[in-house]
Nanobody, 126 residues
Framework: QVQLVESGGGLVQAGGSLRLSCAAS????????MGWFRQTPGKEREFVAL????????SYAGSVKGRFTISRDNAKNMVYLQMNNLEPEDTAVYYC???????????????????WGQGTQVTVSS
């Protein structure tokens, strides 16, 4: 059974940091593009950060560029999202996703992602 399980969410003050983790199991994701998305109530889910299977390509939403960093450890089947200088606007449920059809490229379209985690809540207080 393929699973993506996020962890590391929580409550933090504005300006603080959190590191989200995504543990993949059930198959290897070392060649899959991985992404972090987020959603707030009443809004559509949006992409936050993406990384190609090789790790050579990344993409960030404009609102998080320079503050968030996506990384992966293929040996451990793990993906991370380091979030620094958090803002109240970053409050959302964060989801990890895998696109197993892409290795060297990345897509910011949710429909291209085959597997999703259950999400982890991040709350940033002002």
């Amino acid at each position: 059974q393929v699973q993506l399980v996020e962890s590391g969410g929580g409550l933090v003050q504005a300006g603080g940091s959190l590191r989200l983790s995504c543990a993949a199991s059930g198959r290897t994701f070392s060649n899959a593009a991985m992404g972090w998305f987020r959603q707030t109530p009443g809004k559509e889910r949006e992409f936050v950060a993406l990384m190609s299977g090789s790790g050579s390509r990344t993409s960030y939403a404009g609102s998080v560029k320079g503050r968030f960093t996506i990384s992966r450890d293929n040996a451990k089947n793990m993906v991370y999202l380091q979030m620094n200088n958090l803002e109240p606007e970053d409050t959302a449920v964060y989801y990890c996703a895998a696109d197993v059809h892409r290795t060297s490229t990345i897509s910011n379209y949710q429909r291209d992602y085959d597997y999703w985690g259950q999400g982890t809540q991040v709350t940033v207080s002002s």
